[in-house]
C-alpha cells in the first residue's frame, strides 16, 4: 500500500501547544508573564527577557502582510502537489511576525485574517485570508462531497439526521451496514452513544475490528474516521459511571486510532456534545443537541478539518475549564449532571 507523502511531522515540545489549540481551531500565541512579549514560533524561553513563563494567550486573528514569496520548487514531496504555494510573513496586532500560507488574493500591506489549522500530518500550521473573506483557509478538509461515508449505527434519529446532512453535503453513497461495507472514505463511528457497561469489552473488540479492516484504506485516501463521543469522554459525569466509563473507552480508542491513522495520512475526528437523547437516557440531566444539529456541526468539522468539536454551549465552557481547572470542573459537573 502507496503512503501519501505527509507534511513533516517533528514539532518541539514548545510548538505542541499550538498542535493543541488548532485542534479546536482556536488562535493562541505565546505570551510571556514576565515582560509581556508575544512570540512566534513557540520556544521554551522568552526571546525578549529569557524567562521561562511562558502561556497561550487566545488572540484576535488579524494582521498584516509584510513579505510574501511564491514557491515553485520544494524538496517535501508532500507539496509537490501544491506548487506553486503561496508562503509570507504576517505581522499580528501584538508584533509578533508569523510565517504563514497565504492565500491567493494576500498582498504586501494588506489586512488577512490569520487562522490555526491542523495540516494532512496532523500538526499546527498558520494561513491567511484576506480580511473580508468569510471562509479561513484551511490545509487539510475532509469533506463529504462525492465521497463514500459508512455510519456505524444508522438507526434512530441521528443515523436519519446524519445521513440526511450527508446527501445534502454531496456525499455520493451512505452506508449505514458495516458488515457490508468494503471500503468508506469516511466513516462516522456512532455505536458509542447507547450501550451498557457489560457489553463494553465485547464492543470495543468489535470497534477495533472495524478501524483495522476499514481504517489503513481510509487513511490512504485521505479520509477520516469521526468518533461521535459524549463530553463524559473527557471529564467524566460523576453522576453516571457507566456513561463516563464507555465514553472512556472510546476516547482512549480514538486516540490510539488517531496516532495510527495520521502516519498513514488519514484524520480522526471526534464530537463531544455536552447531552444527547443517548446521555439523557443514561440518567444525566440537561438540555440534548438535537440530532439535526449534531450532525450539521459533525459535517462542518470535516469540510473544516477541526479534530476536536465541542457542538454546544456547555461543552465550550467546560473545555474552556478543562484547561485551566480540572478540578473545580470536577465538582461543577456533579452538581450540574444528574
Ligand atoms: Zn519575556
New binding site residues.
Partial sequence: MTRPALPPRIRSRAALGLTSAASQQRFVLQH??????SQFPPQEF??????A?QVWRECTPIGTVVAEATLHHSLEPAFTDEIPLRTGLVQHETGCVLTAFLHPDCTVDAPVRLSLTLDRGGSAVVTATPAEKDEPMGRCSYSPKDRVCLITDGAGPLGDALEATLVKAGAAKVLTRPAECEEADIVIDTSWLAGDLADLGAHAVRAQALADRLGPGLAQRQGAWVSVLGFAAIAPYPACPEHSARMAAAQALTVALRARLNALGGGVLAVYPAFTEETLACGVEGQPLSPEKLSQALVSALESGQEESFPDPSSRLWVERLAGDRKSLERELAFVVG
Fill in positions: 510571556c508573564s514576565a515582560c509581556g512579549h522568552c526571546g525578549t527577557c529569557l524567562s513563563r
